[in-house]
């Protein structure tokens, strides 16, 4: 989390803030966001994470930011998409969801590797894959939670835009997201991973 990290991550957030359509469903879809932000700055010196994790989780603040902005629904470069290609929805709010499996997978992964919470990379990527879809059921809950609650905001926050299988296929997406960044990201991030190994080992 260097500055340039906090900068981007500000500049986002205050864009954001600036005029959303609607600042009780802002405060919802960038909760999350400002709650990873406060849990960075509480760990970053007893459990750093590398770098690969901190960009990442950097990119899904963002779009978590850009859909409390417009809502998930209205999201206009993917209006253009949804245009283009004929389709019945905006789908941003479907990218969102892969982000919340590709994004914690190599969150969770990075814990269970540097803890020695699992033996065996099978096991590792079995539990990765399964926290990651209990945290997209947990996240379900919460809309069905909050859109129970709130009433007129309900609508904005769900996103669901009419599809009856939108829940389902959030957590599938989430799947898809935390298997396609066990396949494409592992080298990688056991690279780094390595070298934050090296950087913490104590000097003799």
């Not at 600036?18 to 007893?46: G, I, Q």
């Not at 905001?153 to 669901?160: N, Q, V």
């Amino acid at each position: 989390m260097n500055k340039l990290w906090h900068g981007i991550f500000f500049c986002a957030l205050i864009w954001s803030a600036v005029a959303p359509k609607d600042y009780f469903t802002w405060l919802l879809e960038v909760l999350p966001a400002l709650l990873a932000y406060a849990a960075l700055l509480f760990t970053r010196r007893r459990f750093p994470l590398t770098a690969l994790a901190y960009l990442l989780i950097l990119g899904h603040c963002m779009i978590l930011m850009v859909g409390g902005h417009y809502t998930y629904a209205e999201v206009p470069l993917f209006d253009w998409l949804r245009d283009w290609l004929q389709q019945d929805r905006n789908n941003f709010d479907k990218l969102g969801h892969f982000a919340q499996g590709f994004v914690p997978a190599v969150v969770a992964r990075e814990i269970i590797v540097r803890r020695g919470l699992v033996a065996g990379r099978a096991w590792s990527h079995f539990f990765v894959v399964t926290t990651c879809l209990a945290i997209s059921a947990f996240y379900e809950l919460v809309e069905w939670w909050v859109a129970a609650l709130s009433g007129e905001a309900a609508e904005s926050f769900l996103g669901t835009q009419g599809y009856v299988w939108d829940t389902q296929s959030d957590m599938f997406l989430a799947l898809i997201g935390a298997v396609t960044a066990l396949l494409t990201l592992g080298r990688w991030h056991d690279r780094q991973l390595a070298r934050l190994v090296q950087i913490q080992m104590p000097t003799r």
